[in-house]
Nanobody, 116 residues
Framework: QVQLVESGGGLVQPGGSLRLSCAAS????????MNWYRQAPGQERELVAT????????NYSGSVKGRFTISRDNWNHTLHLQMNSLKTDDTAMYYC?????????WGQGTQVTVSL
């Protein structure tokens, strides 16, 4: 079955950086578009970044473009999100996700808190 396990979250000061990772299993990772989402308390889940199967085409939400970088390692079945110049508004639970046969899958999430 599809399993997605996020890691790398934590507490960071404004302007700092974090690198999130997502370990994927249970499907042919190299064939699927992968996404990072985030959800802040009381808000809807937001699509943050997308990467195509080959890793050569990426898209970002306007709120993170220029600060976040999505990447993937198809050999090791791992998705990453490099987050720089973090702002307090970036505080949220971050999830990796994918769609397979019409069903959406997410991991359990990793908390990112940006605060002084």
């Amino acid at each position: 079955q599809v399993q997605l396990v996020e890691s790398g979250g934590g507490l960071v000061q404004p302007g700092g950086s974090l690198r999130l990772s997502c370990a994927a299993s249970g499907f042919t990772f190299a064939l699927y578009t992968m996404n990072w989402y985030r959800q802040a308390p009381g808000q809807e889940r937001e699509l943050v970044a997308t990467i195509n199967p080959a890793g050569d085409n990426t898209n970002y939400s306007g709120s993170v473009k220029g600060r976040f970088t999505i990447s993937r390692d198809n050999w090791n079945h791992t998705l990453h999100l490099q987050m720089n110049s973090l702002k307090t508004d970036d505080t949220a639970m971050y999830y990796c996700g994918m769609r397979r046969f019409g069903t959406d899958y997410w991991g359990q999430g990793t908390q990112v808190t940006v605060s002084l």
